[in-house]
């Protein structure tokens, strides 16, 4: 089995937004740092799971992390852009 492909940002928990219905859930409004500006922001369900198995919520302010990962049929290898040579330059012969 390959190993998925990951990358982990630092984020900040900015509010939590009481539902504006009972039958609702509470929202987490986290901000990623790293992201474009008008994209950094991710609204999720406030529940999570610690370490026994018990639900807990985030609190405004926490620090959290946020990964995305990937399986490897769904990536390709990334180009540097800097041409064969790797100065920026096409090789020529």
């Known amino acids: 089995m390959s190993e998925k492909a990951s990358a982990t940002l630092p984020a900040i928990v900015e509010k939590i937004i009481k539902p504006a219905y009972p039958s609702e859930p509470e929202k987490a409004q986290i901000a ?7 994209y950094r922001e991710l609204r999720i369900e406030n529940t999570l ?3 026994n ?18 399986e ?12 064969k040579n790797g100065n920026g330059h096409e090789s020529r012969p």
């Open 53 to 70: 198995g018990d639900k807990v919520r985030l609190k405004q302010g926490a620090e959290v992390e946020v990964t995305i990962e990937a």
């Open 32 to 38: 990623v740092e790293g992201a474009d500006h008008l």
């Open 72 to 83: 490897p049929d769904g990536t390709t290898p990334k180009s540097d852009g800097k041409g």
């Open 49 to 51: 799971t610690d370490e």
